[in-house]
């Protein structure tokens, strides 16, 4: 891996977040890299599955940061994301 995740590995990562969590989604979630140049990425990510609630509340979990109630869509620095592929590894 390089300093940031790529798109696959975020998404590899969160979709087995939703297989532990019980979810059985196929695609549960949409990410996307938004590049700045000369800085951290960024990534948009979407939460397809039907379960949001309890996957939005797993990533707050291991990120030690609230979401909106009920958002379907948010951000993460690029600092967010490898630390959740970081939580990952070390699971």
Known sequence: MTQYPTQTELL????????????????????????????????????????????????????SRPFALGATSFMLTGNEAAALIKHGHSA
């Open 12 to 63: 590899s990562y969160l979709t087995t977040l939703a297989g532990v969590t019980g979810d059985l989604t196929q695609v549960p979630f949409r990410v996307d890299i938004i590049p700045a140049h000369g800085k951290p990425p960024m990534y948009s990510v979407m939460i397809k599955s039907p379960h949001k609630d309890r996957l939005r509340q797993q990533i707050g979990s291991i990120l």
